[in-house]
């Protein structure tokens, strides 16, 4: 169990950074043509805290220095599958290509999913109660992680909401857009099953976690500003940007 | 847009002035606040007057007495008419004078004083913005201090700590909440002025009346119908509408609204007769607005000037008689033909001869309801032309030599030696030819002889197709591709044809990508030039392969896209 969450945890640690990266390269790109985009730098400072997270939490598991929680495993498991469908279609959008499938009506998983995520996101709650009752403590360094279980499931409620939103519209399902409605939620579910692991006692908090969790808060309230402004319009940004570079004229 | 045009129904008064405004808020928002603060300055000087035998800054108070309760009179009355600014600096000093007075006054309660500040504070933000609100903020927090500590100390340092944050969180949300206002006051002027562009620009005339008949708003296409900006003139007068012979009287509300009897009147066919000019057919339509004030109900006019439309009717009416006719006489000839077939004493010979005419008409009939077959194609955007790489010089033989032996006319051939192969349609390029030789064939005596040429330049080759025949004046040259079009209507009869050969070359010249011009003049003959792309130079020579420049790709947008964000795409 120690070895699989290390590996996973270590894989979804290398791909969230690597797409900070990107980010940081498209910003870069973009900037002269668009100028500064909230929304690349709330997810440069989401992959860089989400990323180092993961591999924080990979390599303590892989040196030994503590156990491996089940919860935390099927956590990881499930958000693992959607987290990579994710980063692959941003690679392969980077590269030129579509970056999404869409998701006919009729595409039978789909219709399963809400079911499977609700029995494993009430599964998930019952459980973490479960750890609850074996209370110990309460320290001052879970704050930031009960932070972090309600900005990311306020954004993976947002998510949602767009989803079913854009469902409506177009009568279709976007790959890309399901896999991160289910990457923030599982992300909320794992910061909460570590909280419950800490106040029972089986996991103790180290210096990294916290400061990494710490950089985490601010990170993910700037994407839930960002994300909430530029559904509500009051944030502009590389949507609604004005080309500023010249435009060569046709050849033909 | 910042100017619209008023009026006023009565007297009929046109008056332009800027529209609302977005400093209208702030206006009253200012005004609000001078008014409350004339009354914090009355308590305030009331209240130090009575504590005025324990004052220790007798003179703080005599200056909230005599100047500033008489400056937060004056800004009370003219706030509407000061700039934001100049409203903001005057309102935040007479607020640290208030400030000052009632801390020195009352130092016990000096904790309540500087929070109650924080009101001011959140005003002075917000009218002057944020340097204005921090420096009345700093202002004001270091006379709470200068006042505590003199007063012995009494605002403890967490206190103080607790205020500047407080400070500081406030400025933040107004300034914020400032900027959010004035960019929902840009996004409306926006879309106000991209309205009265729409509006001033729309293809069709449209014209805003009042209740009372008289005109309050047109666009650009209405004045040019009008020919003047007929702003508060009569509709009767300006627009001069009937119905057949029946004056629309529009006195006593839309004439056109009450003939239709509805609140939105479809279409209705009438006649306008603007001052000074010509009649003019038009469709109205006429639908009930608000007016600009909220309750009265204005008329909204769309006129459609219908003169195209009549004479393309008039037109299709004179096809439809014209290719009747063409389609009745081979069908006389066959008919007297076939009587004569019947016969049952006609000789061999004889017979074999009607069969051949009848033959020949039949093919005549054929090839008329092609050309109508092709104008209605073309007509409906059915046509579809497969451009290929095409040898023109052989088709333009093969055309002439058919052609020259069908009309036992002299037609001949000139053509270099090596001509480029250029960019075109085999079958649409023998319409052509078929089209200009006829065309030539009808309006030019019989031993004339027709000349086609074929030359080629850099980038592409022309046909010419001359004649020696009666020409055109420069208005029916200029015409003279027009569907339906006959330089001499009377000529129909004379030489046949419906009017489309000429408009079915032109279209199919121009689904070739090319162009085609007309040389003429009376008795001089006529000279069509096609000049079509060359195949060996064209850029477009792959063809059926997209040469759209891959639109540069950016994660992040794709993502917003993705995740339901609405992407505005704008060039400077």
């Known amino acids: 169990m120690t070895v699989t969450l290390a590996i996973l945890s270590i894989t979804l640690g290398l791909v969230y950074t690597s797409y900070g990266i990107m980010t940081i390269v498209d910003m870069a790109r973009g900037w002269r043509r668009y100028g500064f985009s909230h929304f690349g730098m709330a997810w440069i400072a989401m992959a860089f805290t989400c990323g180092p997270h993961h591999l924080e939490h990979g390599l303590h598991l892989l040196s030994g220095n503590r156990p491996a929680g089940p919860l935390e495993l099927v956590a990881v498991i499930v958000g693992f599958p959607a987290g990579v469908i994710w980063f692959l279609l941003r690679v392969e959008a980077m590269s030129g290509g579509r970056g999404d499938r869409v998701l006919a009506d009729s595409f039978r998983p789909v219709r399963w999913l809400p079911y499977l995520f609700g029995v494993y996101g009430g599964g998930f709650l019952v459980a973490t109660v479960g750890v609850l009752v074996r209370f110990e403590q309460f320290p001052p360094m879970v704050a930031s992680n009960l932070t972090l279980v309600v900005l990311y499931g306020l954004i993976g409620w947002y998510l949602l909401r767009t989803q079913l939103k854009t469902h409506r519209a177009s009568g279709a399902w976007s790959l890309s857009g399901i896999a991160l409605t289910i990457v923030f939620p599982t992300c909320a579910l794992m910061h909460a099953a570590w909280a419950a692991y800490q106040v029972a006692g089986r996991y103790e908090a180290d210096v990294h976690t916290v400061i990494i969790d710490w950089f985490a808060v601010p990170a993910a309230a700037y994407f839930l500003w960002v994300f909430r402004g530029l559904y509500a319009g009051t944030v502009r940004d590389w949507n609604e940007a004005t080309d500023r570079t010249e435009r060569e004229p046709a050849l033909v | ?572």
């Open chain 2, 1 to 572: 847009m910042d100017k619209s045009v008023v009026s006023e129904c009565g007297g009929g008064v046109i008056r332009r002035g800027p529209s609302p405004a977005a400093r209208e808020f702030d206006v009253a928002a200012a005004l609000l606040v001078a008014r409350s603060r004339v009354l914090v300055v009355t308590f305030f000087t009331l209240a130090a007057a009575l504590a005025f035998e324990e004052a220790t800054h007798p003179a703080l108070q005599y200056t909230l007495a005599f100047a500033g309760l008489p400056l937060s009179v004056a800004l009370a009355l003219s706030a509407d008419r000061l700039r934001p600014t100049a409203c903001g600096a005057m309102g935040a000093g007479i607020d640290a004078l208030i400030l000052a007075v009632s801390l020195v006054t009352f130092p016990e309660a000096v904790a309540t004083i500087a929070a109650a500040f924080l009101v001011p504070l959140l005003i002075a933000s917000y009218t002057g913005g944020r340097s204005l609100g921090l420096a009345t903020g700093g202002v004001g927090l270091a006379i709470v201090v200068i006042v505590a500590a003199a007063g012995g100390g009494s605002l403890s340092p967490e206190v103080g700590l607790l205020m500047a944050i407080a400070m500081v969180v406030c400025i933040a949300v107004v300034s914020r909440a400032d900027q959010l206002l004035a960019r929902s006051t840009r996004r409306a002027r926006f879309h106000e002025a991209r309205a009265g562009i729409l509006f001033e620009h729309l293809a069709e005339p449209v014209v805003v009346t009042d209740a009372c008949g008289r005109m309050k708003q047109c666009n650009g296409a209405a004045r040019d119908l009008l020919g003047a900006d007929p702003a508060g003139v009569a509709c009767a007068d300006a627009l001069g509408l009937r119905i057949g012979s029946i004056m629309v009287d529009c006195t006593g509300g839309c004439g056109i609204l009450a003939i239709a009897g509805s609140r939105d009147s479809g279409g209705v066919e009438a006649t306008a007769y603007p001052s000074g000019s010509d009649p003019v057919p038009v469709l109205v339509s006429v639908v009930e607005v608000p007016g600009s004030d909220g309750s009265e109900i204005e008329y909204l006019h769309t006129l459609r000037d219908i003169t195209k439309l009549k004479l393309a009717d008039d037109a299709k009416t004179l096809f439809l008689a014209t290719v009747t006719h063409e389609l009745k006489t081979p069908l006389t000839v066959i008919r007297g033909f076939l009587e004569t077939i019947d016969r049952p004493d006609l000789d061999q010979e004889l017979r074999v001869e009607a069969i051949g005419v009848m033959r020949r008409r039949a093919l005549e009939l054929s090839s008329i309801i092609d050309r109508v077959l092709l104008a209605s194609r073309i007509d409906s955007g059915r046509l579809e032309l497969d451009v290929v790489v095409v040898d023109v010089v052989p088709i333009a033989r093969d055309r002439v030599d058919a052609l020259a032996g069908a009309t036992g006319r002299a037609i001949a051939l000139r053509a270099e030696t090596f001509t480029p192969p250029l960019l075109g349609e085999e079958a649409a390029l023998a319409t052509i030819l078929d089209h200009l030789i006829d065309n030539a064939c009808k309006y030019s005596p019989v031993e004339a002889t027709i000349e086609v040429v074929v030359e080629f330049g850099d980038d592409d080759v022309q046909i010419t197709v001359c004649d020696e025949g009666d020409g055109m004046t420069a208005e029916q040259a200029n015409h003279c591709f027009d569907r339906f079009w006959q330089a001499d209507p009377t000529s129909r009869r004379k030489v046949g044809g419906s009017g489309i050969g000429l408009f079915i070359v032109r279209s199919l010249v121009e689904s070739l990508q090319g162009s085609i011009t007309v040389d003429s003049a009376p008795g001089q003959g006529s000279r069509f030039t096609i000049r079509l792309r060359r195949a060996d130079v064209s850029a477009d020579i792959r063809l059926g392969e997209t040469d759209a420049p891959t639109p540069e790709r950016s994660i992040v947008r794709e993502f917003m896209r993705q995740i339901g964000i609405d992407i505005r795409e704008t060039i400077q």
